[in-house]
């Protein structure tokens, strides 16, 4: 038994994500992955084994209340799914769970294995929490990971690049299973691919050459991704280098890794050995620009591009990103577009452009917005059409749904939403697995109103490490949705927010509102203590502001607003002005308040 108690991960995609950290250390077995995504047809399996060791083993999260038992039939249903997983027979299956210990449980999971010993089936193991305690004593990865959850990085950037390297690296016949690997993404089949991968990996690797073994390691690179697990993306794209070092596609997606991993000095290395191992590439030249380690650096490589690549698509487009031309930019695009029309990336690039551009403006960083002007959105939207025709005739699925997705956001500066809806909807038909789709189909269903439909796709969504913005998303949605423990659950969200780094304040304040409503006011007072460092001026005075207005301590809680009223400047957030506004008006302070604001 444990000396520690350890709490428990607030609900079933935080526990899953526990599981796989722990199971990981305590089998000392990194191939260890999620096993498709969730609404998937999954046969009772959370997490696999993907590698190649030679027992394959499952595990089913069950997240429980801490008073509540794993009950037997549920544990049968489970076992059951796990028998009509697809491939070579499972050797043993752990069910995890943050249940209580039950006799009733206990005795079943005898009678299983007795009968499954008679039979040749898989041997059942089952966890509870008082046993997952002692687990986790003997598991510093585990440990950590329950005081801090890990951060992930977008990759919108580098799927193009990546998705180059989905076909062939070599001439010839390639492994059929591959190849049906393959098809399997395309038709975003996910945890079939990755079932197909892991048959490669442990029946056939001896029989696969170098490039086509780095093929398999690109694949699986690709299923991380649409998972959103960027981290293992970039791991497994290095592989594939180890297998062809010298080859331009290997090299270039080496170089995207190091930059997903935010290893600008590999990044750059990686890029010069492809510069200098092709340097007829227009390729090896705009990696070589987007993995410079400084703009003097970048501009030293465009200085050094063969003047016939000079005109090159992929060439303008990383000049154009890379330097910030800003006014420049489209004609710089235009040029590209007129050299070679039916290439997807400069419409799409001039699509993003004239769309961020417009959207600035109604996105400040200060108080003071602007107006949308249609006709250069009406540009945008164009564009991203063009690029998304072009997509379907060249089967760019990944760019597609990029296209769509910003179309969407264009429809939306321009007030239509049923053009929004349809992108969206049509995204979701060509990547139903991609968590940018996802992430807008939560969006959409937000603005609709439509939290109860919301709330378990972000939950998704962040069980996956999508994007900073989704904790923030799913506790707004759970806070207002109010169900039974919507709000204790949000107000845990935030808290794991707060201890990051966060000097916006977002988390900290959405933390103590529901510390607040709980009348957690000794906790609330050691929140504001201990976030003070992580804070700026305006946020760490409205957060003690609003304790005290809490306590019912009103005469300080006026002079703290009117502190973080004399902190405030024209270029502040706009956000910040919010928070003094609110905290003024709660103490009663409607003159100062009506005066900052005009």
């Not at 598991?139 to 951060?151: D, F, K, Y």
């Not at 913005?469 to 709000?487: I, V």
Request: include cysteine.
């Amino acid at each position: 038994m444990s000396t520690f108690q350890y709490r428990r991960p607030s609900n079933e995609h935080a526990f899953e994500d526990f599981c796989l950290v722990l199971m990981r250390e305590v089998w000392n077995l990194q191939s260890l992955e999620r096993f498709g995504r969730r609404g998937e047809r999954q046969h009772g399996v959370d997490l696999l084994d993907l590698g190649d060791t030679p027992e394959l083993r499952a595990v089913q999260c069950k997240h429980h209340g801490p008073e509540m038992t794993l009950p037997p039939s549920e544990l049968v249903a489970e076992v059951e799914k796990a028998k009509t997983l697809p491939g070579e027979p499972l050797a043993e299956y752990w069910v995890l769970t943050t249940a209580k210990k039950s006799t009733a449980t206990q005795q079943k999971v005898r009678q299983i294995n007795k009968e499954h010993g008679a039979k040749g089936l898989f041997r059942v193991v089952v966890r509870f929490w008082e046993d997952i305690e002692t687990m986790i004593d003997g598991s510093p990865a585990a440990q950590r990971h329950l005081e801090i959850r890990p951060t992930e990085t977008t990759v919108a950037a580098i799927r193009t690049v990546i998705g180059e390297s989905l076909t062939p690296l070599t001439q010839g016949s390639v492994h059929a299973d591959l190849d049906e690997v393959k098809a399997l993404l395309d038709k975003a089949e996910l945890a079939e691919a990755q079932l197909v991968l892991r048959r490669v990996r442990s029946r056939s690797w001896a029989d696969l050459a170098g490039a086509q073994k780095a093929r398999w390691f690109t694949l699986s690179a690709d299923v991380h991704l649409r998972l959103g697990q960027e981290r293992d993306a970039a791991a497994r794209l290095l592989e594939a280098l180890d297998h062809t070092p010298d080859d331009e596609l290997a090299l270039a997606n080496a170089a995207a890794a190091r930059r997903l991993l935010h290893d600008a000095e590999a990044a750059a290395e990686v890029a010069a050995r492809l510069r200098a191992g092709f340097p007829s590439s227009a390729r090896a030249w705009s990696i070589s620009i987007d993995s410079a380690r400084t703009l003097d650096e970048a501009v030293g490589i465009v200085d050094a591009v063969p003047a016939h690549l000079r005109e090159s698509t992929e060439v303008t487009v990383a000049i154009a990103c890379r330097l910030d031309l800003r006014e420049r930019f489209p004609d710089a695009l235009e040029r590209a577009i007129v050299a070679a029309p039916d290439d997807v990336r400069p419409w799409f690039y001039l699509g993003v452009h004239y769309l961020e551009t417009e959207a600035g403006k109604l996105n400040p960083a200060s108080w003071a917005g602007g107006q949308v002007d249609a006709e250069q959105v009406q540009r945008a939207v164009d564009a991203l059409t063009r690029a998304a025709a072009l997509c379907i005739a060249q089967g760019r699925h990944a760019l597609r749904t990029e296209a769509l997705l910003h179309r969407a956001a264009a429809h939306a500066l321009l007030g239509d939403l049923q053009r929004v809806r349809a992108d969206i909807d049509e995204a979701n038909v060509v990547m139903p697995s991609d968590p940018g789709v996802a992430l807008a189909r939560a969006r959409l269903l937000l603005e609709e109103g439509s939290l109860a439909s919301a709330v378990p796709i972000l939950r998704e969504l962040l069980q996956r490490g999508v994007r900073d913005d989704t904790p923030f998303m799913l506790a707004a949605a759970l806070w207002n949705r109010d169900a039974p423990g919507d709000r204790k659950e949000a107000t845990a969200l935030m808290e794991a927010q707060a201890e990051k780094s966060d000097a916006q304040g977002v988390a900290h304040f959405m933390a103590l509102d529901g510390m607040l409503e709980a009348r957690r006011f000794d906790d609330a007072a050691a929140f504001v203590a201990a976030s003070e460092d992580r804070l700026g001026p305006v946020a760490r005075m409205v957060l003690q502001g609003r304790l005290a207005l809490a306590r019912d301590q009103r005469d300080l809680a006026g002079e703290a607003a009117m502190r973080a009223l004399g902190e405030l400047r024209a270029d502040s957030p706009r956000r910040h002005a919010a928070w003094v506004a609110r905290l003024l008006t709660q103490v009663g302070r409607y003159h100062e308040c009506a005066f900052r604001a005009s």
